[in-house]
């Protein structure tokens, strides 16, 4: 990153107070600042910090008045905490691999490659696999065959991306993300014995999707397993076969989604919360972490939480109920000496 104030104040559209010629060359915590660096300023618990930090240039609030003199430059926006984002960006996209084929590597004659296409060390892209424009294959990443992957998506060192399943446009995958595994299918035999159900179908990814590391989303028995538009996973999840999941939901890391689940769209899904198959999940459910989820939730917009989920209120009544329980249990072995004493003083 090497900027101006003023060239960042244009970038994110901004008022410069101080000295626009000044130098950037990075970003940093308000806390941390150092010669050469940006910061920001969202929240009015961190603005004393704006009079000790050494950093060169602070995004701050429009309607920001220092109380004492500051040594940063200051750049005001209307929403810093955004601005700082649009120069995050900046930095990551800095951050990418060059287009280039590094070797060794292995792409099969029959796979179509767009334009600025890099391809890591060592990755595989395999027979009649078609990688859109701008994407970028890390190295050791495995794209099988009949795979689609989208225009400016990333796989990340180690992923893998099995046969025939598509990635859209624009998704990211992080190191360690598995798509398209087997579903979790077997049949029990009369002795007990497991016989695979074989898995045919394949896993769908619509674009602007993140999957973070370690993920698995497996594969559909029949038809497909389907991230929608926007969806962002966490690390260590695991998306079972046949699942769908509706656009812009967001699941946080160690949830577990059995087989043919279905979430709603907006959804916001807790850690370590588990999911049985076959359920549907209204649009914009919010669950707390390590739920358990084990039957349909047919009303939008709720909030759930607790093993078993109940909606939240409830739930808060209960787990109010249950921080009684010693108090309450004491009162009874009370009552229960009373009476016993009672029933003798009565014979």
């Known amino acids: 990153m090497n900027f101006t104030v003023g060239q960042i104040a244009e970038l994110v559209g901004g008022q410069v107070v101080g000295d626009a010629g000044l130098a950037i060359q990075g970003l940093c915590r308000i806390e941390e600042g150092a010669p050469a660096l940006l910061s920001f300023l969202h929240s009015d618990k961190y603005f004393h910090h ?24 200051l750049i005001k926006v209307q929403n810093p905490y955004f601005a700082f984002n649009i120069l995050l960006q900046q930095v990551w996209q800095e951050s990418l691999a060059s287009p280039e084929h ?9 796979a179509r490659l767009g334009k600025d296409v890099y391809v890591g060390a060592f990755a595989y892209i395999g027979k009649d696999a078609v990688v859109g424009d701008g994407a970028r294959i890390y190295p050791n990443s ?8 989208g225009a400016e998506t990333i796989l990340y060192a180690g992923v893998t991306v099995y046969h025939g399943c598509e990635v859209g446009a624009r998704c990211i995958l992080h190191s360690g993300v598995v798509i398209g595994s087997d579903g979790f299918g077997f049949l029990q035999t009369p002795g007990g014995e497991s016989i695979k159900i074989p898995q045919v179908g394949n896993v769908v990814l619509e674009d602007d999707v993140e999957i973070g590391a370690g993920t698995c989303i497996d594969r559909a028995t029949l038809g497909s397993t389907v991230i929608r538009r926007g969806v962002k996973l966490d690390n260590l ?7 769908e999941i509706g656009s812009h939901t967001v699941i946080a ?3 577990g989604i059995s087989g043919s689940s279905k979430i709603g769209s907006y959804c916001m899904i807790g850690g370590q919360t588990g999911m049985v ?12 972490a390590k739920s358990g989820l084990s039957k349909h939730i047919t009303e939008p917009g709720m909030a759930y939480r607790g093993a078993p989920a109940h909606p939240l209120r409830e739930q808060l009544k209960m787990e109010a109920a249950l921080r009684q329980l010693p108090e309450l249990l004491q009162r009874v072995n009370q009552l229960e000496l009373l009476l016993s004493r009672l029933q003798v003083d009565n014979s």
């Open 50 to 73: 704006l009079y000790t930090t050494q950093a060169t240039a602070v995004l701050v609030p429009q309607t920001f008045q220092p109380e004492k003199p500051a040594h940063p430059t």
């Open 102 to 110: 590094e070797q060794p590597s292995f792409i099969h004659p029959s």
């Open 142 to 149: 495995y794209v099988g065959p009949g795979t689609r992957i």
């Open 237 to 243: 999840i695991q998306v079972a076969h046949n699942t």
């Open 253 to 255: 890391a160690q949830a």
């Open 277 to 288: 198959g076959h359920i549907h999940i209204a649009d914009r459910t919010q669950v707390g």
